[in-house]
């Protein structure tokens, strides 16, 4: 395994910059997981890693060595693609062991490493196999073996999951994870799913044109989001966002347009904060409930509108003044629309941002 330095790194594709002096810091060992919508960067970086792409500036650093202008075989990268990319003419086998035959490898360590590489995966049986008799899952798993027989320093992963169907995507992250534990090897993935990110990272690095938004544990991004973008992205269902003004009493309060107060006692601001200023309190689904006498709750006027049944929990939809909110509530939880509830909250626990830059308060 092998640390990873990305220092002031600039792509640009014709006059359009994608990345702009980005750094990067993933240590041995860790599991970095680059988040973020299409267009975004992340699949750039990654490539920039791997060498497939001339970079404008900075430089890439592997195992502490300056490799910006190296070739990608001599990286000691190993990268998995979103396409299987399989040669179909061959066996699961002959794919594995390809690219080390052509680089001149003794087959008895050929044959140690695609055995060991084998039994991690769990496709001993499939070794014989081509392609074309192999489902979706069966294919990902021999692509990412033929990168684990190279033996590696770093293991770069482009989505190797999104073009399977959600059961086989769930299978194949568990076994991405088990993966990790086993070998200790350092893995930089990117996808845009937001699940992927916080189930598999030892860190997650949001993304949004072309910057790091926020590098931090999947707890951390979770819980305490650096400003509205990354609170709006990670998350499903989304984050509620209530705007209003801030009215800095004691203790302060939300003002929503209609009238509306929403008592705010308890939040950690950052700075004393002034009255007249805009802002969005960002409350999550499964943190707004019914019990009020929850240790430092607060009320919200609730007017549902519907209940969406989602199998081991509903989300029950409502407004409150004039702005839509979901709540995550039990399987069984009825409510009649038309009749204003008071949930509570603990503002403790929410984000509030500024409204004009984004940013958390």
């Known amino acids: 395994m092998a640390s990873v330095s990305i220092r002031k790194l600039g792509v640009s594709f014709g006059s359009l910059s994608v990345l702009r002096d980005l750094d990067l810091e993933v240590a041995e060992g860790e599991f970095i997981v680059l988040l973020g919508p299409s267009g975004c960067g992340k699949s750039t970086l990654l490539n920039a890693v791997a060498g497939l792409l001339d970079i404008d500036a900075g430089q890439v650093w592997i195992g502490g060595k300056n490799v910006t202008w190296e070739e990608p075989k001599d990286r000691g990268i190993g990268m998995v693609f979103q396409s299987y990319a399989l040669y179909p003419r061959m066996t699961a086998e002959g794919n594995l062991t390809f690219g080390l035959r052509v680089a001149g490898v003794a087959k008895a360590e050929i044959a140690r490493r ?20 192999l489902s979706g899952g069966q294919r990902q798993r021999v692509a990412i073996g033929r990168a684990l027989v190279r033996e590696a320093s770093v293991f770069l992963f482009d989505e190797p999951l999104s073009n ?15 993966l990790h534990m086993t070998l200790g090897s350092t893995m930089i993935y990117v996808t845009h799913d937001q699940i992927e990110a916080l189930t598999l990272a030892d860190r997650v690095a949001v993304m949004h044109q072309g910057v790091i938004q926020q590098l931090a544990a999947p707890k951390e991004i979770y819980q305490r989001p650096v400003n509205r973008f990354v609170a709006g992205f990670v998350g499903s269902p989304a984050m509620n966002f209530i705007s209003g003004e801030l009215v800095a009493n004691s203790p302060p309060i939300l003002r929503m347009q ?5 008592p705010l006692s308890g939040y950690p601001f950052a700075e004393r904060p002034a009255s007249g200023r805009k802002i969005d309190l960002g409350i999550r689904p499964e943190q707004i409930h019914f019990d009020a006498n929850a240790q430092g709750a607060a009320p919200l006027p609730l007017m549902p509108t519907l209940v969406e049944p989602m199998g081991a929990d509903s989300l029950l939809w409502g407004t409150i003044g004039k702005q839509q909110v979901s709540v995550r509530v039990g399987p069984d939880e009825t409510h009649g629309t038309g009749e204003k509830i008071d949930v509570h909250f603990q503002p403790a626990a929410a984000s509030i941002f500024d409204t004009e830059t984004g940013e958390r308060l």
Not at 124 to 132: H, I, S, V, Y
Not at 258 to 262: H, N, P
């Open 114 to 133: 695609v055995a060991r590489t084998a039994e991690l995966l769990q496709i001993e049986p499939l070794l014989k196999r081509r392609p074309a008799q």
């Open 164 to 178: 399977l169907d959600a059961k086989l995507r769930t299978e194949l992250r568990v076994e991405l994870k088990k």
């Open 258 to 262: 209609d009238g509306t107060t929403i």
